[in-house]
């Protein structure tokens, strides 16, 4: 468990500039995902931190010590990088016990870390076995295991679930998050998946152009986004840009793709982007008089089940082409057994749509 300081960090790829004068601050035992698209730097930030490459400027802090050029080994860091990369002519428990040898444990140390590291990833049964033998959900436990037997200070994760089939990737963010809590292991977790980061993490930071663009809870971000490209990486449900802001008799007039939204007030800042989240509709069946209301129009496409009372629904907008909205309802609000292409009437209050 440590506390990781990462500062002032640059290195370049073929004369390009992947990793910008980095900043990065990682809490003591928590787990922090790193979201970003592919190419944006975040496997070689990992590559670094680990040891296996030397930036070209920065320093990394371990609890106030910096060991910029400590060896892999030194560091004690635990790293799964996205490929798997099991020995196919080990066993499993052979592919655990290499990396613990190395770090010159006695027989009976390291029979006893196996033992404790098996049942924490629920691998027992898959011991004696070959990787050529296991599903590859399982080996990415296997390589799991390997990275946490040495008990690092710091486990570095690289899209661990990308190998993984659909069906057993929440399984397996699931067993990560719980292990991490277990143990208290300082985690860095990379992925391009939003999900995953909604799923798993303490906080997240997402990564952008070689550096940290906004950095908070998931909450905290999809709230407040500092710009449309953040909500946008986030994957924040009903989310547009802005084209542009005039200022009329004190109200707002925002042009969006879904039309032109008029807000009761000046705003007096830049916005790049406006979200309306999916629980801020009300599902209506007369047009108001109330000019301080927003209204849109539409024809429901899907319904997605959140529980037996809970929908979202995907609402196509009448008048803006290939623009739709996501709305949260219940039972209550709507007869989800004959709503498949219903036409409705939403409504919003302009103190919940979101300027970004």
């Known amino acids: 468990m440590v506390k990781v300081e990462i500062n002032n960090l640059s290195m370049k790829y073929e004369k390009k500039l992947i990793i910008d004068n980095f900043e990065l601050e990682i809490i003591d035992g928590e787990l922090l995902v790193l979201l970003g698209a592919s190419g944006c730097g975040k496997t070689s930030l990992l590559k670094i931190i680990a040891g296996i490459i030397e930036p070209e400027e920065g320093t990394i802090i371990f609890d106030e010590k910096d060991i910029t050029n400590y060896t892999p080994q030194k560091r004690k860091v635990g790293y799964v990088p996205q490929a798997q990369v099991l020995f196919p002519h080990m066993k499993v428990e052979q592919n655990i016990s290499f990396g613990l040898e190395a770090h010159k444990l006695s027989k009976d140390e390291i029979k006893e870390r196996i033992t404790w590291i098996a049942e924490i990833t629920q691998i027992q049964d898959l011991l004696d076995r070959f990787p050529s033998e296991i599903s590859g959900g ?42 991490q809590k ?20 303490d906080r997240v930071a997402l990564m952008y152009d070689g550096k940290i663009q906004q950095i908070g809870s998931v909450i905290e971000v999809d709230r407040t986004p500092r710009n449309y490209l953040i909500a946008k990486i986030m994957g924040s449900s009903n989310v547009w840009p802005v084209e542009y802001l005039e200022i009329e008799n004190g109200n707002s ?58 929908f979202r629904i995907v609402v196509d907008l009448k008048d803006a082409h290939l623009e739709y909205f996501k709305v949260d309802c219940n039972k209550e609000m709507i007869n989800i057994g004959s709503a498949a292409n219903k ?10 749509v979101i300027l970004i």
Do not use: M
Request: charged letters at 30%; zero cysteines; aromatic letters at 4%.
């Open 138 to 179: 399982q080996k990415q436990r296997v390589a799991l295991a390997r990275a946490l037997a040495i008990k690092p200070n710091l486990l570095l994760l690289d899209e661990p679930l990308s190998s993984i089939d659909a069906s057993g990737r929440e399984s397996l963010a699931l067993t990560i998050r719980r292990i």
């Open 253 to 310: 007039l925002v042009s969006t793709p879904i039309g032109l939204i008029t807000l009761p007030y000046e705003i007096k800042r830049k916005i790049t982007g406006i979200r309306i989240p999916p629980s801020s509709f009300k599902i209506v069946y007369e047009h108001s008089e109330d000019d301080k209301v927003i209204e849109f129009i539409g024809r429901i496409k899907s319904i997605i089940e959140k529980d037996d009372e809970n």
């Open 182 to 201: 277990e143990t208290g292991i300082t985690t860095l977790y990379v992925t391009h998946n939003q999900e995953e980061s909604r799923l798993i993490s």
């Open 343 to 352: 036409e409705l009437q939403l409504r919003v209050l302009p103190s919940e």
